[in-house]
């Protein structure tokens, strides 16, 4: 398997523009992550998907974001507009398990490098 | 809610050194307790992980870490550091959620 996949690796924006990040899980995977990764706050989980169906949003930081699972292998994280705070390195992960089973690896993509000017 | 903390940020140790990084935990039951490895440009690849049973748990790269309930710690060891092992370690908590928490992270470099 390719693992995750996420396009594009990177991306350099301008302030007010929309910025859509790519995400194709392990075939197979059940559970979608997206994380968000600054130096100041560290790893932070924004939304998770179970069957496609979003689970939890509650890290989520505004309503200029928004994630969508269509399908079983591709999901989008979205900003609009973009904001110069919004840099950061975004993952996704995916995993395989039942509902409450943290314990499961979770396999990361490489990351998107996002920078709004 | 559960927390994880990595008090070293910043380690540095020769090569063929031995290695131990901190992670200690708030969690109120028995966590489910990770550590991950990311390399410069990469995503986070799981070295090891403990939910039950022998508290010495082995993983990937000669890595192990030990699970220690009294001192709500799981502190990541190895014998014998290789240059190839410089990267950022990161220590994570799970519950009965499908949530990881996270550490911040602790950046390891290792001079020849």
């Known amino acids: 398997d390719a693992g995750v996949i996420q396009s594009p690796r990177h991306e350099v924006t301008e302030m007010g523009q929309e910025v859509t990040l790519r995400c194709k899980p392990i075939?197979?995977?059940?559970?979608l992550f997206w994380y968000r990764q600054t130096m100041m706050r560290g790893l932070e989980l924004l939304i998770y998907?179970?069957?496609?169906?979003?689970?939890?949003d509650s890290g989520m930081p505004e309503d200029r974001f928004s994630a969508k699972m269509p399908n079983a292998s591709f999901s989008t994280l979205k900003i609009q507009p973009s904001e110069p705070r919004d840099s950061a390195v975004y993952f996704c992960?995916?995993?395989?398990?039942?509902?409450?089973?943290?314990?499961?690896?979770?396999?990361f993509g490489p990351g998107t490098r996002l920078t709004v000017l | 809610a559960q927390s994880v903390t990595q008090p070293d940020i910043h380690i540095t140790v020769s090569e063929g050194a031995s290695l131990e990084l901190r992670c200690n935990y708030s969690?109120?039951?028995?966590?489910?307790l990770f550590w991950y490895v990311q390399s410069p440009g990469q995503g986070l690849q799981l070295l090891l992980k403990?939910?039950?049973?022998?508290?010495l748990v082995q993983g990937i790269k000669g890595f192990e870490a030990e699970f220690k309930r009294s001192q709500s710690s799981f502190n990541l060891r190895k014998p014998s550091v290789h240059w190839s092992d410089a990267a950022e370690y990161f220590c994570?908590?799970?519950?009965?959620?499908?949530?990881?928490?996270f550490g911040t992270g602790t950046r390891l470099q290792v001079f020849p």
């Open positions: 403990y939910f039950s049973g022998d508290t």
């Open positions: 998907f179970n069957n496609n169906v979003p689970i939890d």
């Open positions: 969690y109120g039951a028995t966590p489910y």
């Open positions: 992960a995916s995993s395989l398990g039942s509902s409450g089973s943290s314990y499961n690896e979770q396999f």
């Open positions: 994570a908590v799970g519950d009965n959620t499908d949530k990881l928490i």
């Open positions: 075939s197979g995977h059940d559970y």
